[in-house]
């Protein structure tokens, strides 16, 4: 081994030491937390993160916002995506719209979040018949609440909040393909 091999071998060593305790330590010390790309998800079994945006689609108040409170009394499928009109956000949301019927029938609603402004969601809904809620969170505020920023987009995250607004189940990562059917059995689950 030369003096240069040697060396190269003690740099990533030393890089090694450094990067993963870095990485690997925040995780460890925090028991009870749970930690994404996006930040710290809020707690399972908890009140869900309060939330007040303005969006485009039914349900919004008259000052054009819906809010967390909105939805006392209901299930409540949040859902976090990156961009409007992009080919997994498109995907996603039209599995949620194909089983929208299915998520009224057991008195749940259906809302999505993203960066993207109003017009955009407006231009969104309309271009892919969508007839639940988009909210606009431009500035990640409540998407950094739900562990679900990575700016300047919303990561992938979906909340199942209960009627009391208390979250009941997460995903995380989530694959657009078959996502809402996903959601819909566990909603089944907790209905059970």
């Given at each position: 081994?030369?003096?240069?091999?040697?060396?190269?071998?003690?740099?990533?060593?030393?890089?090694?030491?450094?990067?993963?305790?870095?990485?690997?330590?925040?995780?460890?010390?925090r028991p009870g937390k749970a930690d994404a790309l996006g930040g710290t998800l809020p707690a399972l079994d908890q009140p869900a993160p309060d939330f007040l945006l303005p969006?485009?689609?039914?349900?919004?108040?008259?000052?054009?916002?819906?809010?967390?409170?909105?939805?006392?009394?209901?299930?409540?499928?949040?859902?976090?995506?990156?961009?409007?009109?992009?080919?997994?956000?498109?995907?996603?949301?039209?599995?949620?719209?194909?089983?929208?019927?299915?998520?009224?029938?057991?008195?749940?609603?259906?809302?999505?979040?993203?960066?993207?402004?109003?017009?955009?969601?407006?231009?969104?809904?309309?271009?892919?018949?969508?007839?639940?809620?988009?909210?606009?969170?431009?500035?990640?505020?409540?998407?950094?609440?739900?562990?679900?920023?990575?700016?300047?987009?919303?990561?992938?995250?979906?909340?199942?909040?209960?009627?009391?607004?208390?979250?009941?189940?997460?995903?995380?990562?989530?694959?657009?393909?078959?996502?809402?059917?996903?959601?819909?059995?566990?909603?089944?689950?907790?209905?059970?």
């Amino acid at each position: 081994m030369n003096r240069r091999q040697l060396l190269e071998g003690a740099l990533v060593h030393v890089a090694a030491a450094l990067v993963v305790p870095a990485v690997i330590a925040p995780l460890l010390g925090r028991p009870g937390k749970a930690d994404a790309l996006g930040g710290t998800l809020p707690a399972l079994d908890q009140p869900a993160p309060d939330f007040l945006l303005p969006g485009f689609g039914p349900g919004l108040d008259d000052s054009g916002t819906l809010g967390l409170h909105d939805f006392e009394g209901r299930w409540l499928a949040l859902y976090f995506y990156p961009k409007d009109f992009t080919s997994g956000c498109t995907l996603e949301a039209s599995g949620f719209q194909r089983n929208l019927q299915q998520f009224h029938q057991l008195g749940a609603e259906v809302v999505g979040i993203s960066a993207d402004d109003v017009a955009e969601h407006a231009s969104f809904c309309d271009s892919e018949g969508l007839v639940f809620p988009l909210l606009s969170d431009p500035g990640g505020t409540v998407s950094q609440r739900y562990g679900s920023w990575l700016a300047p987009f919303s990561q992938r995250h979906t909340f199942l909040i209960d009627p009391d607004g208390v979250l009941r189940a997460r995903w995380v990562a989530v694959r657009p393909l078959g996502h809402s059917h996903e959601v819909l059995e566990e909603l089944n689950r907790l209905q059970a």
